[in-house]
């Protein structure tokens, strides 16, 4: 059974007002029907559901995110630190042998394993202690993301029924994102892999299915073998970025006066590529990116996110 979690008022209600009208045992009889329905068994719903309440944390971290005011320059400081540049680089020799099959399987190179890896979880370090069973099933009661967060639960549910994980080994962040490599429910179900062999597709403990899984969500994400994630350029004058999904030629952004930041000319490759300028006043550095930057995009949809994972794959293998 899952255990209760601390600070719970003795009506089992979060701490902080609640979106949803219904008493918590209703809406998780309701839940509980429907997970029958969906072929959830009713010794995993016995097991992980009884007693299950609401962790009033969760609702106010969910409701007291970031305004996302950091700049990015202040960002990539604190995210691409000497520590965690040393420490990729660390795990890139440890890991050379397991990476190089990786690679070899999934085609993606080790060192953007490395860095999402990295990035994600402090190379495994920081994973997240909530339960997510129960952090999935307050933030769907709560009802602001109600749809996306029970269709997350069920999944949850789907993974403990096939025997990947036990309900109390089942921990993650106050949002759902489990494991080494932080997937949520349903990108666990699409893209996790047991590249150990022993049965389950393990992505708290197994460093096999941990970067076996980040390389496989990447590759089925759409990433491109023998192209990087872009580079650093300097603007003509008066060049606005518009972003990774305005896709030009590389050809036409160097016939535009684009050129790479130390001003020289861009490569001859005919790949397409976008203009990103991370800074939200424009200002800053401005990246050229390609498709493999969209790819990262697809794992966070934010320019900060993707951007440091990719300067952090790049500086674990700078000498």
């Keep these: ?23 918590f045992p209703v809406w998780l009889g309701e839940f509980r029907q429907e997970a029958l329905t969906n072929g959830i068994s009713p010794a995993v719903l016995e ?57 070899r399987r999934y085609g993606v190179p080790a060192r953007f394993i490395v860095a999402l890896w990295g990035i994600e979880t402090s190379y495994g370090r920081v994973t997240g202690n909530f339960p997510v069973v129960a952090s999935l099933a307050t933030l769907a009661y709560d009802g602001r993301r109600a749809a996306f967060f029970r269709s997350e639960l069920l999944n949850a549910l789907r993974i403990l029924q096939q025997g990947h994980i036990t309900p109390d080994a089942m921990l993650g962040s106050w949002a759902g994102a489990m494991g080494q490599s932080q997937f949520m429910p349903s990108s666990f179900l699409n893209h996790a892999v047991d590249l150990d062999g022993d049965g389950r597709r393990d992505i708290w403990n197994s460093r096999a299915d941990v970067l076996g899984s980040i390389a496989n969500y ?100 700078q000498p």
């Design 1 to 23: 059974m899952l255990a209760v979690a601390a600070g719970l008022l003795p009506t089992g209600l979060p701490a902080v007002a609640q979106a949803n009208e219904q008493p």
């Design 47 to 103: 097991a992980v559901l009884t007693g299950l309440e609401p962790i009033p944390r969760v609702i106010e971290l969910d409701r007291r995110q970031p305004e996302g005011t950091m700049t990015f320059a202040t960002y990539r400081t604190r995210v691409v630190a000497e520590p965690r540049i040393q420490q990729g680089r660390q795990m890139l020799q440890e890991n050379a042998g397991l990476l190089a099959e990786v690679e």
């Design 218 to 317: 990447l590759a089925s994400s759409g990433w491109v073998g023998g192209f990087t994630w872009g580079r650093e350029v300097r603007l003509p004058a008066g060049m606005v970025a518009a972003g990774a999904d305005e896709q030009r030629p590389l050809a036409e952004w160097a016939r535009f006066g684009v050129v790479q930041a130390d001003g020289s000319p861009l490569p001859a490759a005919d790949v397409a590529a976008g203009i990103v300028t991370p800074e939200r006043d424009g200002s800053g550095p401005s990246f050229i990116v390609y498709e493999n930057y969209r790819v990262l995009m697809r794992w966070n949809r934010s320019n900060y996110f993707a951007l440091a994972v990719s300067d952090l794959a790049d500086r674990i293998v």
